[in-house]
């Protein structure tokens, strides 16, 4: 959900900062995910070239964190199955970032972008389109928040899973707004989440499948 850094073009009279949506948060300068995207732009600030901050909220690819029960017809475990997020299709991203690099797209030059998919969906409707992608039912086992802490934890810092967990727990609450898509930013017709999903079919699927 963070990747943040700066990219330059060729020519370095442009950078690309990739910062992330919870920078905006109450609290992002304590928090373990927006911390260091925080950094990092103010790290950019007052730079003697153009930068381009992208902000992405969730990522479609955040989903492969489903592969393994998935592709081993075991429940997918929420602590908030109806946690509503805008995920972004990775090659969105990469198109807008390319258009502000290049110069093409004047108008992205020096901004800060929070940049979403076209669409929300529940954590449940985006294991619809996984199970629409692979052709099988993705069963969803509700667990308490301190029983996702502890798996979670044993993959991430305590601190950052409980921070993704705030995260989701807000989500459920306010759905996660639409924000800028490469429709908005480039006139292109912004890839969907369920697009992401057939395009990946593979990995939610056992060796061997």
Known sequence: MEN????????????IGASAGSVLA????????????????????????TVTLLRPD??????????YPIGRDLP????HPEATLAPIHPA?????????????GGSLAG????????????????????SDAIGRAVP????????????????????????????????TVTPVAVADTTETLLGAPARTFRQWARENAHAFRAPGR
Not at 4 to 15: I, L, M, R
Not at 27 to 48: I, K, N
Not at 76 to 79: D, E, I, K, S, T
């Open 4 to 15: 943040a850094g700066p990219t330059a073009s060729s020519s370095s009279s442009a950078v």
């Open 26 to 49: 109450p609290g992002a300068e304590t928090d373990p995910l927006a911390s260091h995207s925080l950094r990092v732009e103010r790290a950019l600030a007052g730079a003697r070239f």
């Open 76 to 79: 997918v475990r929420l602590a």
């Open 140 to 171: 969803v086992e509700p667990i308490t928040r301190e029983r996702a802490a502890e798996e979670m934890g044993a993959h991430m810092p305590a601190a950052m899973a409980g921070s993704l967990l705030d995260l989701w727990a807000a989500a």
């Open 92 to 104: 969105d991203i990469a198109d807008i970032a390319v258009r502000a690099l290049t110069g093409d």
């Open 111 to 130: 901004r800060a972008l929070t940049l979403t998919g076209p669409e929300q969906l529940t954590f449940r409707e985006q294991l619809a389109a996984a």
């Open 58 to 67: 969730a990522f479609a690819t955040n989903a492969l964190g489903w592969a």
